[in-house]
């Protein structure tokens, strides 16, 4: 990640480098810390993500990771179908879940479970990706 950021031009001048997306929104955020693996689908797996879209978003130590996690999920709410009533559903409670001042992070986790395991298509499968991230890599802020 540090190599393609350069590639890019860096950090902007007072900002270092917080945060990362892999993939885009379904992949969740990865930690600075998490920085040196390899952009690779297979390896990604084992860290609980993956490239997805290849969409790579970078958050510096200017930005949240949990206002970022809400702006996926909300991402998520409207580009559901609304076929099937978990990822409807769960994407909408997700989002008001998520705008109080602390998480409900057994209530989140539920919600993800029950997203991930009856969701009918993959978006909805995805979705719980962002919120267990941020609330394994970022406690402190949820």
Known sequence: M??????????????????????????????????????????LQEYGTFIGSAAIVVLSDHDSARDAALNMLRFFEDESCGQCTPCRVGCEKAVKLMQADTWDQPLLEELCTAMGDASICGLGQAAPNPIRMTMKHFPDEV
Do not use: N, R, W
């Open 2 to 43: 540090h190599d393609i950021i350069e590639a890019c031009g860096g950090m902007l001048d007072g900002h270092s480098f917080k945060a990362y997306q892999p993939g885009g929104p379904s992949a969740g955020l990865l930690p600075a810390s998490m920085a040196d693996i390899p952009m690779d689908f297979d390896v």
